[in-house]
Each structure stands twice: as C-alpha cells, then as structure tokens.
C-alpha cells in the first residue's frame, strides 16, 4: 500500500485528508496488527514512520510494503544494517537511530497519529515526545502509564494530545464511558471498573508445579498471541495488576474501585458499573485489531478484519473470583498503586528485569514476584513523581532486584528437576 491516493468523493471533490501514522514498535505484536488494520483503509492513512530495536529483516520488509518517510532502529549497527539494505532497494525511506531516532519518530510534522507499542520501560520517552507534539497517541504502552501516568496526562492538557487506550480492557471502558468522556479526567457517575482477565496459561495449574513451569509453557497464552514479556505478565497476572493501576491513571479512579473478574472466555474485555445500577460492557473476539482499529477511527467506527461475535457459538460465559495463593503478583500491584508515588514504577520496573531473567532462565517462574517483593522492600517510595525522580527509583529497582536474582541464581533452581 505504498503511496495510496485518495478517492474523490462521488461528487467530484476530494476525499477526507489521509492522516499519517507512525508506528513506535512497528515490529512487534501491537505493531503488525496495527499494519494489518492499516492495509485495510490505504484512503484513511499512510505510514510516515516505522521503529523496531534490533530485528532488521522483519522492519526492511515492512519499509518495502509500506513505504514510510522514516525508519528508526534503536540499535545502531541495526540501524546502518537497515541503510544498506534500504539503499540496495532502492528505497527512498530515510533511516534513524538511537532513542533521538525513535522520538523523532514520534514527534514527525506528517504523522497525525502515533502507535505507541514498544514493550516496557524503554517506551517512555518517545510516547511522551508523542504527547508533548500534541498527536493522537494510541497508547498501547502501559509500563508509560504505570510509570508517570498523571505527567502522560498533564502534558496531554497542555499540548492538546489525544490519548486513547490500545489496551483491550482500557479501550473496553472507554467505550463504555459516557459521551464526551476524557481519558485522565473522573466521572462522578462511575462506581467500579471491572477489569477481566482470562486467568492465563496457570489458572488450574496445581500450585505444587508453578515453580518448574518453563518460559515457553508461561507464554502459550489461551486466548491471545502477544509478545513474551507481556505473556509472562499475563501468567503471573502481573499484567493485570499493572492494567489496575493502568485504569486508575486513565480513568481517574482509585484503587479500591477497581475489581479483577476471571472471565477464561474473554469475551467481555470489562465493564464500567455506574452508581444507577447499570453495568456496561463491551464484547468482541480476542483479537487487537479490535481495539486498534476503534482508536484509529475514533470517533468512528471502521472495518478491522476481525470476525464478528457468535455468542451462540461460545455458548457460555464464566466469571471467577482471582486466587491470592496463586497470584502474589496482584497483591504487589495493589500494594504499590495504595502506596503511590514512584511505588508503581518501582513494581514495573522489577517486574521487567524479573521476567527477563525467568525468560533467560536465570530464576523459576514463582521466583518472579520473591524479586519484586524484594525491589519494593528495598527502594525507598518517593512521594514526589517528577521524571527524573521516577527514571532514579527505576534505576534503583533494577539494581536491587538484579542483585536479588544474582544471589538466587547461586542456589540450585527451585522446581526445576
Ligand atoms: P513485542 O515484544 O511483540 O514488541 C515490542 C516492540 O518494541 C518491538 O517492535 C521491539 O522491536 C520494540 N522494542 C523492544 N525493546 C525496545 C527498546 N529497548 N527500544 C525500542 N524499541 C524496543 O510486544 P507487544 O506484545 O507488541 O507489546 C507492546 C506493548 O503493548 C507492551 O507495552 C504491551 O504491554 C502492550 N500490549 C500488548 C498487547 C498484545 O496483545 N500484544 C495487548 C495489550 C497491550
Ligand atoms: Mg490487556
């Protein structure tokens, strides 16, 4: 869909204005579903920017399909691999490096819109280049948001920014929001936010085996294909602790109203109840284009590819109640998003390094909230939440839970027999 021209109207007059979009993770999970909406509506948008981190094959071969202005790598021997084979084609896509590449990116005078999907940490500061620029940021990034989310959102007031969730229980709810709905701002007619959860790949696991469960076990998630990080998240519920604190930053509510449903169909991908009694819901098949295509089009609505709904089909839905045993992982959560200040980013932060070393498989999978438990224990809360002060208590996780796993990895691995 290179250089895709508009259709005139069928009367003569040009078609609405195709609207740029840059892709920040285009190689990942988000970012290739992301593309697939895309290819559907060549009328509607064009690709300005692409970013990957390391994998060259996958990004040159989105540059030959889609044709953006820019790619950016953050890895730059990436990058000045890119340039070869871009100049071997005969490409005319420019390319960047480094993290000044990726916000540059974010911050192109010919993107309308900006896909925020790079996974974890490293997404912050060109999401909020994205936000400071005033774009439309379609925020699939929750580690941002769990980090400085209250500054996503000021510097959204100030720049004019839209902000609209990627994630599916956050677009969820904002489709059920009322009319006019703000993302960061409160309602007061808003009781609880149910937040579910498909239980992932251990729900009825016996506890006695979650310690020997190997990386690939924990990332053959049920119901969705994701990247790794985020399916380990979503086995220890991580990621649902994160999505809690994720609402609270989006909806501005507190804590304590937001509640965690097992729902192993999924469905309903959450429900806003409201103080009259009414409980909204939304309901689709698990599939991302669902929730990409609504933020692209928003306040439209527009074809994603995905199949409609049989609820005769699925026939029944399920609800339960999540088991503290097995997911200490919520607990942390909860704890941090009460505690507040760089609490949150502290949690994030030793989630990430944790899950990277059970990946790598330096830790056991049960060892994974121990590291966090750990982190939180160590680094002392700041109540002040300006950037600097949170990238430092970032740091200080990291540090502290890497020094956990050392000692851990010096013990024979628990369950691994
Ligand atoms: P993924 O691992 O499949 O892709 C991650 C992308 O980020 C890749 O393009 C990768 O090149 C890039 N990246 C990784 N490290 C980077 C770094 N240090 N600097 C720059 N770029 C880097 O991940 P994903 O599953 O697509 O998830 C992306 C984000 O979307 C995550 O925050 C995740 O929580 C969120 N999310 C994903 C899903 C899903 O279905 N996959 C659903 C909801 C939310
Ligand atoms: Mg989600």
């Known amino acids: 869909m290179s250089s895709p021209i508009p259709r005139a109207s069928a009367l003569g007059r040009p078609g609405p204005r195709i609207r740029g979009v840059s892709i920040l993770g285009s190689t990942g999970s988000i970012g290739v579903s992301t593309l697939d909406v895309l290819a559907r509506h060549p009328e509607r948008f064009r690709v300005a920017a692409l970013t990957g981190n390391t994998q060259v094959a996958r990004l040159f071969e989105q540059c030959r399909l889609y044709n953006p202005d820019i790619a950016a790598m953050l890895d730059t021997r990436a990058a000045a691999e890119l340039q070869n084979r871009i100049n071997q084609a005969g490409l005319s896509t420019q390319v960047l490096a ?167 169909q999924s469905v309903i991908h959450s429900l806003v109840a409201y103080t009259d009694g009414s409980v909204l819901a939304q309901l689709g098949n698990p599939d991302m284009r669902t929730p990409i295509a609504h933020a692209l089009a928003w306040p439209d609505r527009m074809e994603s590819g995905v199949d409609p709904l049989d609820l005769l089909e699925i026939g029944r839905l399920d609800f339960e109640r999540p088991d503290p045993e097995r997911f200490p992982c919520l607990r942390l959560a909860a704890e941090a998003a009460m505690a507040g200040g760089t609490k949150p980013a502290v949690l994030n932060a030793a989630n990430e390094v944790a899950v990277s070393a059970f990946l790598g498989g330096a830790i056991g999978f049960t060892d994974i909230p121990r590291v966090i438990e750990h982190a939180l224990a160590q680094v002392a809360m700041h109540p002040e939440t300006e950037l600097d002060v949170i990238l430092a208590d970032d740091a200080r996780a990291r540090e502290a839970a890497r020094r956990f796993i050392a000692m851990l990895s010096d013990r024979p691995m628990r369950g691994a027999q």
């Open 98 to 264: 480094g993290e000044a590449g990726l916000s540059h990116a974010a911050v192109l005078a010919q993107s309308d819109i900006v896909m925020a999907a790079i996974v974890g940490a490293a997404g912050l500061m060109s999401t909020l280049a994205a936000v400071r620029a005033g774009k439309r940021v379609l925020l699939a990034n929750k580690e941002s948001l769990v980090m400085s989310g209250h500054i996503l959102m000021q510097e959204a007031n100030r720049s004019g920014a839209e902000l609209l969730p990627i994630d599916s229980e956050h677009n969820a709810i904002f489709q059920c929001m009322p009319a006019g709905y703000r993302p960061g701002t409160s309602d007061r007619g808003v009781r609880k936010i149910l937040l579910t959860c498909s239980g992932g790949p251990f729900r009825t696991t016996p506890l006695s085996l979650l310690a020997g469960v190997t990386p690939d076990q924990a990332c053959a998630h049920p119901r969705w294909v994701m990247g790794r990080k985020i399916s380990v998240d979503s086995a220890t519920l991580m990621n649902k602790g994160l999505e809690m604190i994720e609402a609270c930053r989006l909806f501005g509510v507190a804590p304590d109203q937001v509640e965690i449903v097992i729902h192993p």
